[in-house]
């Protein structure tokens, strides 16, 4: 149950779902609950075990979304480049020095054409703004080979320009211009700003934008939302 820090209940009552992905041990609890607000909310859980109810109160900072995709909302329809787009070139899509071109053989048009789950990965390898810059990129490639069937595709943030094979940034590291992707997907706006990355996003077989993640993230993150979207078919 959500509730206002005054303990004044927020919607109704949620149960949640047992998740558990393929390959790993621990079972997962899923609340989906609409936060109506940016700021500090109280999550009140119970659970019943065996013949004992157990319950407690945890707190919850809700962040402005700004810009960016809204959850339960329709993804951005924007073609995000692909290496048939660029002539095979990789450089021109991805400024990973070990580039895995699965990350590009599709376009979020295409997925979203053909209804399938996605996952988009905004990072860059080389123009790191944050220091979890790259480590997105990372995570991708190790959970694509876990979910075979679902696309994992790579958007580079930040336009450049490739001179003599090397990626040179349109823009500085303070205040780096945009791609038209990254634009539309509203990443690089207020309050996050374009120096935010990395951002994540898991959109559904419908089209709908299910999570998103942003800066530090976890494997096991993805791991339970991919896993509820493919029991939801």
């Given at each position: 149950?959500?509730t ?14 047992a ?20 700021g ?17 109160i ?6 402005d ?7 339960g ?16 070139d ?46 997105a ?15 994992f ?17 349109e823009?500085?590291?303070g ?9 539309a ?11 935010s ?22 494997s ?14």
């Amino acid at each position: 149950q959500l509730t206002a820090t005054d303990g004044t209940p927020v919607g109704s009552p949620v149960t949640a779902i047992a998740v558990l992905p393929p390959g790993l041990g621990t079972v997962s609890y899923v609340a989906l609950v609409t936060i109506p607000t940016p700021g500090w909310w109280h999550r009140a859980v119970s659970a019943t075990p065996g013949s004992m109810t157990l319950s407690g109160i945890g707190d919850v900072a809700a962040l402005d979304p700004g810009s960016s995709a809204l959850l339960g909302s329709a993804a951005p329809t924007i073609h995000s480049p692909t290496l048939s787009d660029v002539g095979g070139d990789v450089t021109q899509v991805s400024t990973d020095p070990i580039p895995d071109l699965r990350l590009y053989a599709q376009s979020t048009s295409d997925v979203l054409a053909a209804h399938e789950a996605f996952v988009l990965v905004f990072d860059s390898a080389k123009f790191r703004v944050t220091s979890a810059c790259g480590k997105a990129l990372i995570m991708a490639r190790y959970l694509e080979d876990r979910w075979p069937a679902v696309p994992f595709i790579h958007v580079e943030p930040f336009r450049y320009d490739v001179v003599t094979d090397t990626p040179v940034l349109e823009g500085s590291l303070g205040d780096p211009t945009m791609t038209d992707v990254a634009d539309a997907w509203g990443i690089g706006g207020a309050p996050w700003g374009p120096t935010s990355m990395p951002w994540v996003f898991v959109v559904d077989g419908n089209g709908i934008v299910r999570a998103k993640y942003q800066g530090v993230m976890g494997s096991d993150d993805l791991d339970v939302i991919i896993s509820l979207i493919e029991r939801a078919g």
